[in-house]
């Protein structure tokens, strides 16, 4: 610091004296009082009962509004499930006529040549025909369920 002289002082900058710690009174008979009050043990836990229950309900509308996602969407695959439903019968039904001719057809063929007379010419043709026809279908079903993969 410099005087009225130009000369700096040697004493430094002046500071204020420190207060005395002993100056403040301490009494020791007051209890201790924590800043933040404490819950009871009841308090704490509905506290927690009251948490897990607004946590479950926010699970419950989040779930249902899944579920009215879901919904709409069934809503849409309804025709395209009976579609399929239809479909797969006549592919069932199908397969059950194809069977059928195969079986009575290789039987009547059978049948026919064991015979041997001139009508079971005839009756051998149209065995012939059956049998021809149930493995035309089984094979034109094998072929679009290939395609359709």
Excluded at 73 to 101: C, F, K, V, Y
């Amino acid at each position: 610091m410099t005087t009225a002289g130009g000369k700096e002082s040697a004493k430094g900058p002046s500071r204020k004296a420190k207060k005395d710690a002993t100056s403040f009174p301490v009494t020791y008979n007051k209890p201790i009082v924590p800043a933040i009050p404490t819950a009871t043990p009841t308090e704490r836990l509905e506290g927690m009962t009251r948490g897990r229950v607004e946590a479950l309900e926010g699970d419950k509308r989040q779930l249902q509004a899944e579920v009215r996602r879901l919904q709409g969407r069934i809503d849409q695959l309804g025709p395209e499930n009976s579609r399929l439903a239809e479909a797969l019968a006549n592919a069932e039904s199908n397969h059950i006529l194809a069977t059928i001719l195969v079986g009575g057809g290789g039987f009547a063929v059978s049948y026919a040549t064991f015979v041997g007379k001139a009508a079971s010419v005839v009756m051998a043709n149209a065995s012939a025909g059956c049998l021809l026809a149930g493995i035309a279908m089984m094979g034109w079903q094998a072929l679009r369920a290939r395609r359709g993969r």
